[in-house]
Antibody
């Protein structure tokens, strides 16, 4: 059974940093690209960042480019999101999501974690 | 404001067929395949339709997707009360170079 478990969320002041983690199990982690998708309270879904299976291809939404860094450790079956210079508009539930394709990136998210909440407030 | 336009709400009665539209442009739906996600309150989204009209294992065939030009649609036939959820379309956008989502449609079963 595929499981994605996010952690690391919390309350942080604007301008500070936070690091999210996603522990994956139930599938061959290093076969798949992985993504972070967020959802602000009461709002829709927004793709944040994606990373290919071998970390060779990394992309960010314009809204987070230069502030967020995605990474993965295939030996630990883990995905990370380093978030710096946080803004109030970054406040959201952050989901870790698995890409459907093997050894490719299709931006089709076939499994999602339950999310970790990031609150940004002074 | 979302790049993809969905109606904010839709409704139907049990047994009815409902459709949810997703309108884009030539940079996204016009040249790329569309995915649909279903989200119940307080839970994570679930992949419902991929590559315009493919259903992942376990998704009932009451759910179907289609695409024409720069628009896509999700159809739900034999509507059931448990279909009450939010539905999102998603596609790669060649201009933005990232995947984009519609604003979501809240489906009510009356």
């Amino acid at each position: 059974e595929v499981q994605l478990v996010e952690s690391g969320g919390g309350l942080v002041q604007p301008g500070r940093s936070l690091r999210l983690s996603c522990a994956a199990s139930g599938f061959t982690f290093d076969d798949h690209a992985m993504h972070w998708v967020r959802q602000a309270p009461g709002k829709g879904l927004e793709w944040v960042s994606g990373i290919s299976w071998n970390s060779g291809n990394i992309d960010y939404a314009d809204s987070v480019k230069g502030r967020f860094t995605i990474s993965r450790d295939n030996a630990k079956n883990s995905l990370y999101l380093q978030m710096n210079s946080l803004k109030t508009e970054d406040m959201a539930l952050y989901y870790c999501a698995k890409d459907m394709a093997i050894a490719a990136r299709t931006d089709t998210f076939d499994f999602w974690g339950q999310g970790t909440m990031v609150s940004v407030s002074s | 404001q979302s790049v993809l336009t969905q109606p904010p709400s839709a409704s139907g009665t049990p047994g009815q067929r409902v459709t949810i539209s997703c309108s884009g442009n030539s940079s996204n739906i016009g040249f790329n395949t569309v995915n649909w996600y279903q989200q119940f309150p307080g839970t994570a989204p679930k992949l419902l339709i991929y590559k315009n009209n493919e259903r992942p294992s376990g998704v009932p065939d009451r759910f179907s997707g289609s695409k024409s030009g720069t628009s896509a649609s999700l159809a739900i036939s034999g509507l059931q009360s448990e279909d009450e959820a939010d539905y999102y379309c998603s596609v790669w956008d060649d201009s933005l170079n990232e995947p984009v989502f519609g604003g979501g449609t809240k489906l009510s079963v009356l």
